[in-house]
């Protein structure tokens, strides 16, 4: 049986970012992965895989200087993101929020960049061990080791503090929380991930140089149904794009309103496309006049987890605080975050496993949740009240938004995500008093779905 002072669930960045700032800070940290294999990856690393892009401000609140990385992991550096409506389109070239990241951000290979997080992770003296499973977490508080972590080969670890980031899937994380829950009640009460989550998927294509727009991101808003569901084009390096979208888990064509409001959906459909297919229609309307889709865009097969194409979950729910009396943080996707604009982010899984790696080798884990309350609670906060906002929005209600943004630049504004002047009319006032409402009503009622408070510790 192994003892170490930190056992960290999860080799994905908020896993792998807890193991290398508790080992930084002097701990003995083990991270357990389970590993799946990719086209793209040589070993087995982290099945957690998004369209890796980053923006400005994301930068300083994950806390790695681009300048570090090694060769292959920023393959784009971007100027501007489009947004894409049913008939309005509109181009942000500013986020609105200061950092120290001269562009409007970058596109990276995750898998590399993962692979990258392992290898500064063990240069500190952390563990690493991939192909382990774990199947599940027993937790005695009245112990000095007060988790014992049981793996799937039958092996035990046993551990001083714990670090969950099993992902949005949560297949660990939810199980070890309910001890500390409400007889009665389950964290699985408030993110299920049946219920709660997304499901994304991307395609890695070769798109034309003539149409290839290789320093813009750009996203498709209300072109197909679902709370902050939309495709998207990533450019990579060389001509290549991740071109994918994301969609709710379990959402039928009866639970959608308008269907022939929607671009992406036709009037013979019998139910919603499957993913595969969402993305060869939006290719055919953006480019099918003079293109053939599948000749002209072709699919590079030695990319992505299989085939040229990936699936995987992300965390579409609002963050929950952790039990740090018994010893426990959780962190990145495994804690929950949303956004209208991005789902989770690699930004604060980053900064979060490095709060909880920190934390816990110096036995202050008890100031988690304030601390990540300090340092990402804004970010947090935003996104959430972004999603609520735009949680209704039908394509009408896109082209109006996008529309009202057109009017805000041409009036002078820098047109940044977040900032901008009140010259966009009585349309403009009225979103701005709502994001400022529905921010301070958060702020003030809370944004997270489980505090600290809700646990039996």
């Excluded at 970058?106 to 991939?130: I, K, N, P």
């Excluded at 902050?228 to 309103?257: C, H, K, Q, S």
């Amino acid at each position: 049986m192994k003892r170490v002072d930190v056992a960290i669930v999860g080799g994905g960045p908020a896993g792998t970012c807890a193991a290398m700032e508790a080992a930084y800070h002097g701990a003995d940290a083990l991270v357990l992965e389970k590993g799946v294999p990719r086209a793209d990856r040589e070993g087995l690393g982290p099945d957690s895989t998004d369209a890796a892009g980053m923006l400005d401000y994301w930068v300083d609140i994950m806390d790695f200087d681009p300048d570090e990385f090694p060769e292959g992991i920023v393959l784009q550096e971007l100027d501007a993101v489009d947004f894409v409506g049913p008939t309005e389109t509109t181009t942000l070239r500013s986020t609105g929020i200061d950092s120290s990241y001269d562009r409007f951000g970058y596109t990276f290979q995750r898998a590399r960049m993962d692979d990258w997080l392992r290898e500064q992770a063990e240069e500190e003296g952390a563990s690493y061990e991939v192909g382990v499973s774990v199947k599940s977490v027993d937790s005695d508080l009245d112990s000095e080791y007060r988790h014992t972590v049981h793996l799937a080969d039958g092996e035990d670890v046993e551990a001083r503090y714990l670090v969950l980031a099993d992902g949005p899937q949560r297949t660990v994380t939810i199980p070890t929380l309910d001890q500390f829950m409400p007889e009665g009640k389950s964290v699985s009460d408030v993110m299920s991930p049946p219920t709660a989550n997304h499901i994304a998927y991307q395609e890695h294509r070769e798109v034309p140089e003539e149409v290839f727009e290789e320093t813009h991101l750009k996203f498709w808003w209300g072109w197909m149904p679902g709370e902050t569901a939309y495709p998207w084009i990533f450019p990579n390096d060389g001509n290549v794009a991740r071109i994918g979208l994301t969609m709710p888990i379990g959402m039928t064509l009866d639970d959608v309103e308008d269907p022939d409001g929607y671009r992406l959906l036709d009037p013979e459909d019998e139910s919603l496309p499957r993913a595969g297919e969402y993305i060869r229609r939006l290719l055919e309307i953006e480019y099918g006049d003079e293109y053939d889709i599948e000749e002209d865009f072709p699919l590079v097969e030695e990319r992505g987890k299989s085939g040229g194409t990936e699936t995987y979950p992300i965390s579409s729910t609002k963050p929950i605080e952790s039990p740090t009396g018994a010893g426990i943080a959780v962190a990145g996707g495994a804690m929950g975050t949303t956004s209208a604009f991005h789902e989770g982010g690699y930004h604060v899984a980053c900064r979060t496993g490095k709060i909880a790696g920190r934390l816990a080798a110096v036995d202050s884990l008890d100031r988690y949740n304030e601390v990540w309350r300090n340092t990402i609670g804004d970010e947090l906060l935003r996104n959430v009240t972004f999603a609520d906002i735009v949680a209704e929005y039908g394509p009408d209600e896109w082209d109006r938004t996008f529309e009202m943004t057109n009017k805000l630049i041409s009036d002078g504004s820098d047109g940044s995500l977040i900032k901008s002047r009140l010259s966009g009319g009585l349309s403009g006032m009225k979103l701005l008093a709502k994001y400022k409402r529905t921010k301070r009503s958060l702020r003030k009622n809370g944004y997270v779905k489980l505090t600290e408070d809700d646990y039996t510790v």
